[in-house]
């Protein structure tokens, strides 16, 4: 009763932001998102009938508290499905993406952990059965089921049979390129989770933000079957601006750019004025990534490796989804 999954992190261009459950993880509006091949979770689940507990390392470390409730109450429900909740788990993860940090840990690092848990404990699941299981780990982490470009649904029912992500077009449609500017691996002050909740509840242009993403949408899908990579830069990067407005307006207001990302937001639009394209989005962190194509890598990474406070760019393609070691 043994498996290991690696799954890779994503960037979301239509943003998820806000729940309708909190316990489902059942969003508020659909999102689209890249699967990115530079940051990734490995993650190795066995079963054992002589544990009383689960145990979970992450990067060789034993992880207690919040932490490793978040991934107990996950295996509860990998074993509630399974029909085996005689088992605990030993958990060992490895994460090669900073935790916490705005990159989508928790995306790579549920969705192989929702994969190695069902083989291991032994389910067969299809893809949009295990992005429906992932997705109750963690939001994200079920478009991570997927390589390429990948929309999560947010569904209608209350069940969220229905709230799953779908692909779009495989990673080898198209050569486009993404450069994380990094600044910060210190963990947030606001996670995600808090910081939607927040803004959900008490921010006056969160409706707005909702209404807004069906026109972002339909817009982005057509730039990307047809490569129109202007058009999908300009709605990703005024999608991220609209999503972090919603935190300025929300009580109390909370932001989680630093002085660095003004700067990167900035040598991205003098890219843009010197011919060059490019386009930044942001999720719920400090660190910046930046949309451009194949031909301008130089130029883009000379142009973010000049800026003060940036302390490493890292270098993505279209990733692919799922896969078993």
Same mark, same amino acid.
């Given at each position: 009763?043994?498996?290991?999954?690696?799954?890779? %992190?994503?960037?979301?261009?239509?943003?998820? /932001?806000?729940?309708?459950?909190?316990?489902?993880?059942?969003?508020?509006?659909?999102?689209?998102?890249?699967?990115?091949?530079?940051?990734?979770? &490995?993650?190795?689940? &066995?079963?054992? #009938?002589?544990? %009383?507990?689960?145990?979970?390392?992450?990067?060789?470390?034993? @992880?207690?508290?919040?932490?490793?409730?978040?991934?107990?109450?996950?295996?509860?429900?990998?074993?509630?499905? $399974?029909?085996?909740?005689?088992?605990?788990?030993?958990?060992? +993860?490895?994460?090669?993406?900073?935790?916490?940090?705005?990159?989508? +840990?928790?995306?790579?690092?549920?969705?192989?952990?929702?994969?190695?848990?069902?083989? $291991?404990?032994?389910?067969?699941?299809?893809?949009?059965?295990?992005?429906?299981?992932?997705?109750?780990?963690?939001?994200?982490?079920?478009?991570?089921?997927?390589?390429?470009?990948? !929309?999560?649904?947010?569904?209608? =029912? &209350?069940?969220?049979?229905?709230?799953?992500?779908?692909?779009?077009?495989?990673?080898?449609?198209?050569?486009?390129?993404?450069?994380?500017?990094?600044?910060?691996?210190?963990?947030?002050? @606001?996670?995600?989770? &808090?910081?939607?909740?927040?803004?959900?509840?008490?921010?006056?242009?969160?409706?707005? /933000?909702?209404? +807004?993403?069906?026109?972002?949408?339909?817009?982005?899908?057509?730039?990307?079957?047809?490569?129109?990579?202007? =058009?999908?830069?300009?709605?990703? !990067?005024?999608?991220?601006?609209?999503?972090?407005?919603? %935190?300025?307006?929300?009580?109390?207001?909370?932001?989680?750019?630093?002085?660095?990302?003004?700067?990167?937001? !900035?040598?991205?639009?003098?890219?843009?004025?010197?011919?060059?394209?490019?386009?930044?989005?942001? #999720?719920?962190?400090?660190?910046?990534?930046?949309?451009?194509?194949? !031909?301008?890598?130089?130029?883009?990474?000379?142009?973010?490796?000049?800026? $003060?406070?940036?302390?490493?760019?890292?270098?993505?393609?279209?990733?692919?989804?799922?896969?078993?070691?």
């Amino acid at each position: 009763m043994k498996a290991t999954a690696r799954a890779h %992190t994503n960037i979301a261009l239509i943003k998820y /932001w806000g729940k309708r459950d909190r316990s489902l993880i059942l969003p508020m509006n659909n999102s689209l998102s890249l699967t990115l091949d530079g940051f990734y979770t &490995e993650t190795t689940v &066995e079963f054992h #009938d002589y544990l %009383t507990a689960d145990v979970f390392y992450l990067n060789n470390d034993c @992880i207690t508290g919040k932490a490793y409730q978040r991934v107990t109450s996950f295996l509860d429900r990998v074993r509630e499905k $399974a029909g085996r909740t005689d088992v605990y788990a030993e958990v060992h +993860s490895v994460n090669h993406v900073p935790t916490a940090a705005g990159l989508a +840990s928790s995306a790579s690092g549920f969705s192989a952990l929702a994969a190695a848990a069902s083989k $291991a404990i032994g389910m067969q699941l299809n893809n949009q059965e295990l992005s429906v299981l992932t997705r109750q780990g963690s939001g994200s982490a079920c478009r991570s089921v997927y390589g390429g470009f990948v !929309e999560w649904e947010k569904g209608l =029912k &209350e069940d969220g049979s229905d709230s799953h992500a779908i692909p779009i077009v495989p990673a080898n449609h198209w050569d486009i390129r993404v450069a994380a500017a990094v600044m910060s691996s210190d963990a947030k002050k @606001i996670l995600s989770r &808090e910081g939607m909740e927040r803004t959900v509840n008490t921010s006056s242009f969160y409706p707005s /933000w909702v209404e +807004s993403i069906p026109a972002d949408l339909i817009t982005i899908k057509k730039g990307i079957m047809h490569k129109d990579f202007e =058009k999908v830069g300009s709605i990703a !990067e005024a999608n991220c601006l609209r999503m972090h407005a919603t %935190t300025l307006a929300a009580h109390p207001p909370f932001t989680y750019w630093q002085s660095t990302t003004f700067l990167i937001m !900035e040598a991205v639009r003098d890219l843009r004025s010197s011919g060059v394209p490019a386009y930044f989005t942001i #999720d719920a962190g400090p660190n910046v990534k930046v949309l451009y194509l194949p !031909e301008d890598e130089e130029t883009v990474q000379h142009k973010l490796r000049s800026i $003060a406070g940036v302390r490493d760019v890292i270098v993505s393609k279209p990733g692919q989804g799922i896969s078993y070691v």
